[in-house]
């Protein structure tokens, strides 16, 4: 195998790996900024659930970005050709804010649910059930 091949791949790699990775500490300090962790734990907690909001959440936001708005990602894919760069590149420059916008709620939706799970604690998973349905209901009236 060449030389070439092998550093090619491990920059793909690097930017499959490392993009979200970026994405959710840029979230995470952004979320470090408004609210401190309490303790030690409490930050590793929230950076390990934005990194993994910005893998599973983020591609899939950028996704449907893409099906509404496909002409932007070919802009940023002759931008970067023009630029004289990979033209992943500038397909990557689009999609990496909504890795990162995708990140920074995470930590608050899973302290929401954990909340919301506290507050049922004691009751079986019909009355969870059944609890979850008058949300619902209720977010549909208000609608």
Do not use: N, Q
Request: a neutral charge.
């Amino acid at each position: 195998m060449a030389i070439e091949t092998t550093a090619g791949a491990g920059g793909v790699i690097l930017k499959i790996l490392g993009v979200p990775v970026l994405a959710g500490a840029a979230a995470t300090a952004l979320g470090f900024l408004f609210m401190w962790p309490k303790s030690m734990r409490e930050g590793f907690v929230r950076f390990t659930c934005a990194i993994t909001s910005s893998f599973t959440a983020g591609p899939l936001l950028a996704m449907a970005v893409y099906a509404k708005w496909p002409e932007l990602f070919d802009a940023a894919r002759h931008a970067a050709a023009a630029a004289h760069v990979d033209p992943l590149l500038g397909i990557l420059g689009v999609a990496a804010p909504f890795l990162l916008a995708a990140a920074l709620p995470a930590w608050w939706i899973l302290g929401g649910v954990f909340l919301w799970f506290e507050r049922r604690r004691g009751k079986d998973i019909g009355e969870i059930a059944h609890d979850a349905a008058e949300v619902v209901k209720d977010v549909r009236g208000a609608l």
